[in-house]
């Protein structure tokens, strides 16, 4: 099953705050730990939503609105892809996950879905 592993934003993270480089050093160690077990195949940091925009739909209307976005709780400062075979084991991983930021912060499994799933 793939999954979309998401890390969410802090207040740190959206204030441009970048890793120091003991946690850099993690990271890149759990990374390499996730490609040698095969499960990762893709994953990146976000820049802050101030660098972002949003495309808003109304029907055929589209409105593009700028960052920064309110709530940093709810958005997204980096993701992985990843294949894993079931639930359980990407919980494990992310168990095993260096904390991402600097203080409290939260990461998000989200299963993506497969064509199987439209038959």
Do not use: H
């Not at 390499?32 to 820049?47: Q, S």
């Not at 209307?61 to 309110?70: L, M």
Request: aromatic share 8%; with cysteine.
């Amino acid at each position: 099953m793939r999954v979309m592993v998401l890390v969410k934003a802090t207040e740190d993270s959206e204030a441009g705050t970048l890793p120091k480089p003991e946690l850099l050093d993690a990271m890149g160690k759990y990374n390499e730990a996730l490609v040698e077990a095969g499960i990762l195949k893709a994953g990146d940091g976000l820049k802050t939503s101030s660098q972002g925009r949003r495309v808003r739909f109304s029907g055929t209307d589209r409105t593009v609105v700028d960052g920064p976005f309110a709530e940093t709780k709810e958005l997204v400062a980096g993701f992985w892809l990843w294949e894993v075979e079931d639930m359980d084991e990407a919980v494990a991983w992310v168990k095993r996950c260096p904390n991402p930021m600097p203080g409290p912060s939260e990461i998000e499994i989200r299963p993506l879905y497969e064509a199987s799933d439209f038959v």
